[in-house]
């Protein structure tokens, strides 16, 4: 475990980034290794979290992910690294493969001060508001009652009906994208990972006829939108209006409904995760994307393609 470096004294706010190798372990994936984007993406995103924001970046990590890192020089953006997550599936009570945000739930337990939660797929690179909200996420999704895809009805995934008996949820058609998540509360941000883990860990079998994401996504992304509302908390989005999921768009209907996501976009967010599917595809598009991140911002290049050199020849010669 890394301590303080002498600059993190003097912010106040943590950007934490999780990632937890052990989802991908259980599928076969012996290390974890990260495309030469995504390097890319770390060194920016822990970047403007300082230059934008003031935050001081901190990871919760694996012991085989940190050394990764560390192999490739990437522990040296972080001002706190914590290689505390789980290693083997012997060490969890639930299934990481179904649930592979779990590392977040994880991490936020372990937590000591209020924190923004970052993806690291995701950069902001203007000033966000986020304090003067009781929680604040990246923007709402919009349940439709024919999504049997990514948002089936809860009555088939909480079946017990464990979050209503214990916690009080009540489900409207309401979710909450979590690339960005914030709670001002720090208790109230370990009692929604508590409730999510609890729904994790009482799942005894898994709805072939659903993807196998809808199960992450209630726990995390509709479980928080209905946890801040139980609590009457003031929320608040980095992008406005409600995104319609891809796949049960009808025509007519746009990506997002009233919402300034091209403007915002055009002050400086980037998140990449919907465009994954695409660049798993294409190695133009990846090796158009890498080019855009390396040359963007000259004074990041050295760190990027240093890392990216690294990860070459250690990992993909």
């Known amino acids: 475990m890394l301590g303080y470096k002498g600059r993190a004294f003097f912010l106040t706010m943590k950007a934490v980034y999780v990632d ?37 970046p901190v990871l919760y990590c694996d012991q085989i992910t940190y050394d990764y890192y560390e192999s490739i020089d990437l522990l040296k953006h972080f001002d706190e690294i914590y290689p505390v ?15 592979w945000a779990g590392g977040k739930f994880l991490a936020i337990q372990k937590c000591d001060a209020p924190f923004v939660m970052i993806d690291l797929d995701a950069e902001i690179r203007f000033k966000i508001d986020h304090e003067e909200y009781d929680a604040f996420f990246t923007h709402y999704e919009l349940s439709l009652e024919y999504d049997d895809q990514f ?3 809860p009555e088939y995934l909480d079946k017990n009906n464990l979050l209503k008996e214990k916690y009080g949820i009540e489900w409207t058609d309401l979710a909450m994208n979590t690339a960005i998540m914030y709670f001002k509360d720090l208790d109230l941000a370990k009692e929604f990972a508590e409730a999510a883990l609890d729904f994790m860990r009482n799942i005894e079998s898994i709805e072939l006829k659903f993807s196998p994401v809808a199960y992450i996504l209630f ?11 139980s609590k009457n908390l003031n929320i608040g989005t980095l992008i406005s209006g409600v995104y319609i999921p891809r796949e049960t768009r009808e025509g007519y209907l746009a990506e997002f409904i009233d919402s300034d996501i091209e403007v915002v976009a055009q002050r400086g967010f980037l998140h990449i995760w919907g465009y994954k599917n695409s660049l798993n595809d294409s190695i133009e598009l990846e090796q158009q994307l890498l080019g855009d991140l390396i040359s963007s911002r000259p004074s990041l290049k050295d760190d990027i393609v240093g890392s990216i050199s690294k990860n070459f020849e250690i990992y993909m010669k």
Do not use: M
Request: proline share 9%.
């Open 20 to 56: 937890w190798h052990l989802p991908r372990k259980i599928k076969g994936v012996e290390k974890p290794v990260k495309k030469h984007w995504e390097v890319a993406l770390i060194v920016r995103t822990t970047f403007f979290s300082r230059e934008s924001n003031g935050f001081s």
């Open 85 to 99: 997550l789980p290693n083997d599936p012997s060490e969890v009570d639930f299934d990481p493969s179904i649930f």
């Open 219 to 229: 726990a995390e992304q509709r479980l928080v939108y209905e946890f801040c509302r």
């Open 151 to 153: 948002y089936p009805s």
